[in-house]
């Protein structure tokens, strides 16, 4: 889990810091730019869910050279890491060069907060645990025991890296250059099929990380040999020898609750000091009693106790210069076998350490060699183990015949480098790694699949052929891919990742734009072929989602309801191994978001994908979550937009700003914002939304189309929107606004509508030339409005150009009143400055009758919407008319009455009466 987020910090160079739990064991990595300090502090202070608990802080103090991290970083707080034990974790700058860690842990009285650490110039690792002094250890997991429990500690009580990792030398030096490949514990950023960054990529639903599966390798233990005790002298060495050799018979007939009784007895009898504490036989006896105790019983302190015996007794009778006896090589393997199966994987790393000091037999070191490569490969000392695994093969591939003792551990090295680069995301090396690892495997046998040869040993590291197609997957390499999955398929088809198969095969027919046939064919046979588990849920899921892209909404409840399956018909004893049931949840709440993102349904879809900042998922699907719900957002916003409800568009923004997109903004959402604040008339508002918005859109710097985008003239022409009105306003230079509206395409009626904004509002005595080339223009497209004839004919009367002003009012206001006025009745007419002008050119060209027709339409069609000041002046205007017409005098003399009537006050009342 990445402790610092793109939430927090944005420097790149500081985005690898990471906490991870690891064998019962936190561990801090990540990179150190300069001088570092470490302490462990007490505190009560601490928020988070620490709540003034008393805690132990791991606190580490940072120097930032360059001050670019300091730069980024304000006092701030995040979420505790409950899964990590971690209550409080902060990050505050001391200085301008020096930035602090802090983890708080809340330590129980009897707690001490441990740690080990080890760094290089560029990286730090730090391992830490609480240690109690009295801990219960019945019923717990082996794998529950920190480093810090005796039995787990290094068999030469030095839990030191340079120890633990057999490095030679003296001291740990923690600047040396050797130490740099600590750094591989670096955690990769993105999962998916793309190396850009998530943000840039296109809109897809993405898959569902199958948990890594690998091998786990099976070492066979030695028989134990029994021996009878003869031979005793004194009559006291007999009663030991009877009591012993009872003990043996009880053990023999696997009695084990009597035969630990036996031993207690004898152990504690007046012969109990006969008792050979050192030798090796007296141990494996002791280890292997508890062992079976520990299987009959389930309880886990046997366990360990047998674990401690086998421990115990190596440290005791191993000797340097002599070849290890047949107990001892026994306990070596039990003791190794038992660390490795039970995750023990310190103890395991120490014990290999331990026993390459001694001599063993040939196959022993190889398992020796064997369980060191993969404690250390288990706990993440990645770089090292694929050395441990490259070397041992080497070695023994140089030899041949008998000399050669396991040609399936050899096998398993070759594997498990292909292992080492899945688990570090590299997937190149991992597909290629893996494909040598068949080539070169050690065995005559090879079977024949889809005209490949495969070696007979793959059947059993079958698992290698998933993670190369999980690997090829990611490269994009789907035929491959598919391949793989046919292969294993066909060589163990009794795996319980088998229906993992059915269903990935399904997601490469959609990644690889197969035909809709095959796709859902390849669902169904899924859901047919592995019915009842986890992935029959998955594939009927997926099946649901597509087709709620393809269906009307009465049908989506019902698909919906499919969709949901997948976590509400959640077993966690059948489906705890691949997902937890968050991860289903997460990834069905994906599945129904990006079915209603195609369907263009954007509310429907953020309704279901913000539940997921609510689960506890993986990285990769938070990740897309936060894409889909930020396209979602944008298209929501949009319909809010048309709907003309701007405010509700603030306020959806504002309520998210400090939850899922705190710091991580999407230009799509912020430019909508500021569309909406531009539409409220709030243009500096709109200005600091758009510029953000510009920044963000910059940086992220994404070339591939996503839904709801806007487009780069949507861009353009709010910018040049909000620039021109600032620059009305004065607040904003008339230049800047020119510039804008110089990118957009005049082509649109929009920009030339600005265009007449800013020539008409920008300038003290517009250019009247230049808005008669926007008017004709916009008459060109048909996108003139009423009120635009009018400005258009004022533009033409200030140009002088009185016939084409004529020309033009006739075609456009003349055509809409020579219509019957029932056509006209429910229409919205010209502008009524555009009809008393175009009667007033008529008249002025001596076409008094057709003048008068104007007006006389202009009373009837306005009747109900003309006021009494507006008709008083169409009267006067029509008398003015009429009084040029012979014969009509007394037509003029009662129009100028009307007007008198209607308006007695106005100025064209006063007019008529000198008239």
Known sequence: MCLFSSALITSNAYADFSV?????????????????????????????????????????????????????????????????GACFVSARPLSDKVIALRLSYNV????????????????????????????????????????????????????????????????????????????????????????????KRALRLPLLDIPFIETPLLIKDIPLRHTRMVGGGTKEERVFEEGFNYFLYLFKKEDWERANRAFEVLETSAVGHLVDYNH????????????????????????????????????????????????????LYRLGNELYSNNMNYALASLSTWAQKFSWPEAAVENIQIWKAEALYKLKFFDEAKDLYSKYYQSRNDLTGRARVSDYLMAASLFRIGDVYSRKKNWDLAVAAYTEAIKSSPTPGRFAFEGAWYPTILKDFSEALLNRAEANIRLGRYKAAARDYRSFMYIDGNHSYF????????????????????????????????????????????????????????????????VEDLYKKYDSTTNSTLFTKDELHAFSNLLSTWAFVEQKAPFQALARIENNFKLEASKHLLEWSEEFAAVSLGGYLEELL??????????????????????????????????????????????????????????????????????????????????????????????????????????????????????????????????????????????????????????????????????????????????????????????????????????????????????ERTLLLGDADLSPLQRARVLYKKGKVLQRIDGRAEDAVSSMEQVRQLAPDSMWAKLSLVE
């Not at 019923?139 to 120890?163: C, H, Q, T």
Request: aromatic share 8%; charged share 30%; glycine share 6%.
């Open 108 to 199: 129980r009285k009897g707690g001490e907060l441990k740690l080990v650490e080890v760094a290089s110039s560029r990286s730090i690792v730090v391992d830490h645990w609480i240690k109690y002094s009295k801990t219960k250890q019945i019923n717990r997991s082996p794998a529950e025991f920190p480093i810090s429990e005796r039995v787990n500690e290094s068999f030469e009580d030095d839990l030191g890296w340079k120890r633990l990792l057999g490095l030679t030398g003296e001291a740990t030096d923690l600047t040396s250059p050797e130490l740099d490949k600590f750094r591989a514990f670096d955690l990769e950023k993105n999962t998916g099929l793309e190396s850009a960054a998530i943000e």
């Open 20 to 84: 991870e739990k690891i064998e019962g064991v936190w561990r801090l990595s990540g990179p150190n730019t300069g001088s570092y300090t470490l302490r462990v502090e007490k505190s009560s202070s601490q928020g988070g869910a620490c709540k003034g608990l008393p805690t132990q802080d791991l606190v580490i103090n940072v120097e930032d050279p360059n001050g670019e991290w300091t730069k980024s970083v304000s006092d701030f707080r995040v979420p505790a890491l409950g899964e990590l």
């Open 642 to 855: 048309k709907q003309e409800k701007f405010e509700d568009v603030v306020v959806n923004y504002e309520k998210r700003q400090h939850g899922w997109m705190f710091k991580r903004n999407r230009p799509d959402v912020v430019v909508r914002v500021s569309d909406a604040f531009a539409k409220m008339g709030l243009w500096e508002q709109a200005e600091i939304s758009l510029k953000t918005a510009r920044k963000l859109k910059n940086l992220i710097g994404r070339k591939v189309e996503r839904p709801f985008d806007w487009t780069p003239h949507q861009w353009e022409t709010l910018e040049a929107r909000v620039d021109l009105e600032l620059a009305k306003s004065g607040r904003k230079d008339k230049a800047q606004a020119e510039k804008s509206l110089n990118k957009l395409d005049l082509a649109e009626a929009s920009t030339r509508r600005m265009w007449l904004e800013f020539e008409a509002g920008l300038n003290s005595k517009p250019n009247a030339s230049k808005l008669e080339k926007h008017y004709l223009a916009l008459d060109l497209m048909g996108e003139l409005s009423w009120k635009e004839v009018d400005s258009y004919s004022r533009v033409l009367k200030d140009l002088g150009n009185l016939e084409k002003e004529k020309q033009f009012l006739e075609q456009k206001v003349g055509s809409w009143l020579g219509r019957s006025p029932s056509s006209n009745r429910d229409t919205k007419g010209p502008e009524l400055e555009s009809q008393i002008r175009l009667a007033e050119l008529r008249t002025n060209s001596g076409e008094n009758d057709l003048a008068l027709s104007i007006l």
């Open 280 to 331: 090796a036989y007296t141990w494996s006896l002791l280890g292997q009693l508890k062992y079976e105790l520990y299987k009959k019983s389930g309880d886990r302190s046997l366990l360990l106790s047998a674990i401690e015996k086998w421990r115990t007794g190596l440290r005791k009778t191993v000797k340097k210069g002599y070849e290890a006896s047949e107990h001892d090589v026994y306990m």
């Open 499 to 562: 229906g993992v198969a059915l269903y990935r095969i399904a997601d490469i027919l959609r990644l690889s734009g197969a035909s809709k046939e095959r796709y859902l064919g390849a669902l169904n046979e899924c859901v047919f072929k592995s019915a009842g588990s986890v992935t029959d849920h998955l594939c009927r899921a997926q099946r649901a989602a597509y087709r709620i892209t393809e269906t009307s909404s009465e049908q989506w409840p019902r698909l919906l309801a499919s």
